[in-house]
């Protein structure tokens, strides 16, 4: 199954201007349209996507405010993903520490029953 496609009046203008101009690129454009609507999904997302946004303000002071709360919220969001990824980190750190030990102590309690005459050296 393909994708249909529609064509606006404005495309079909630049097309028609760019295969006056460069009936190459064109052609190359128009194999491309093709291949989109012969494959449809196959091909994978759109490049073009609706995008979750405002609408356009008509004050540029609006659409200045509605753009610096989106970066106040995107950058807000990485901070507690930078939060969470520093304390996934501390709590593996901390599990490393504690496998280590555990192999150590485990280390220690094998070779002194294969050797009882062995006795650990001190650490200090």
């Known amino acids: 199954m393909g994708y249909l496609l529609s064509m606006s009046g404005e495309i079909r203008e630049w097309l028609a201007s760019l295969n ?4 190459h690129e064109a052609m190359v454009v128009g194999q491309a ?10 091909l994978g997302p759109p490049i073009v996507v ?10 540029p002071a609006e659409a200045l405010d509605y753009s610096y709360q989106k970066r106040l919220e995107r950058q807000q969001a990485i901070r507690w993903a930078l ?22 102590k485990l280390t220690r309690t094998s070779f002194g029953a294969c050797f009882p005459a062995w006795t650990a050296p001190s650490s200090g």
């Open 33 to 42: 349209l093709v291949a989109l609507a012969d494959a449809g999904p196959d």
């Open 83 to 104: 939060a969470d990824a520093t304390d996934l980190g501390a709590q593996i750190r901390g599990q490393i520490t504690e496998l280590e030990a555990s192999q150590s």
């Open 20 to 23: 006056a101009s460069d009936p």
């Open 50 to 59: 609706a995008l979750d946004s405002k609408p356009h303000a008509t004050e």
